[in-house]
């Protein structure tokens, strides 16, 4: 009985590992196909979110469009329409019968014309640039490098030991216009702008 039972408890053995590799490979399997429905799924609706996205990006384009349409085709409207002639101007008013006095001609009546509309001036359009405009920290002391070395001899002559040195530094501006910044140094290697003296 001994070998009959080895026997057994190998076909057991046996039974209980392929029951558990089935269970293993049929989790891997419907995990990986669930995961890969998931996917397609999202990805439909992502498709689907997206092409509505860009459907009504395309209406509202459309809608703008035909606003400007419209708003132009106003304004054409506007400039095209021409002054009434003299004519109908007097056939559109009554004519004004002076029921006191009876021999007056009422035929003869002239009513002058109505002033053409006041065109709207066109306002002037905003500067292009902003004069002294810098991108970075920059004072403007000057428009030249000329004055900005003459005024640093100035201030050299008058006490040569205090200013042993300047920078005249340059930039442009928002306007293209290029400006000089003048700092002294002493002999301490201490810097002052033109502001601070």
């Known amino acids: 009985m001994s070998k009959k039972r080895k ?13 558990i590799l089935s269970v293993i490979i049929y ?37 703008e469009k035909t606003e400007e349409v419209s708003e132009e085709e106003t304004n054409d409207n506007i400039q095209n329409e021409t002054p009434p002639s003299m004519d109908q101007v007097i056939e559109q008013t009554p004519s004004t019968n002076n029921t006191t006095n009876n021999n007056s001609n009422s035929g003869n009546s002239y009513v002058a014309p109505s002033t053409p509309p006041v065109e709207s001036v066109p306002e002037p ?10 991108y970075t920290t920059f004072r403007a002391d000057f428009t030249s490098e000329a004055e900005c070395e003459s005024t640093y001899n100035y201030y050299h002559n008058i006490d040569p030991n205090k200013y042993l ?33």
């Open 125 to 134: 359009p905003a500067p292009a640039c902003t004069p002294k405009k810098f």
């Open 7 to 19: 026997i057994l408890l190998c076909l057991l053995a046996i039974l209980i590992l392929i029951t």
């Open 27 to 63: 989790l891997c399997f419907f995990s990986s196909s669930s995961s890969k429905d998931n996917n397609s799924k999202t990805e439909i609706t992502e498709k689907k979110d997206k092409d509505s996205k860009e459907e009504n990006e395309k209406k509202e384009t459309d809608n």
């Open 165 to 197: 040195g300047f920078i005249c530094s340059y930039q442009t501006d928002d306007c293209g216009v290029t400006y000089y910044m003048l700092t002294f140094f002493d002999s301490d290697g201490n810097y002052f702008g033109y502001n601070e003296i």
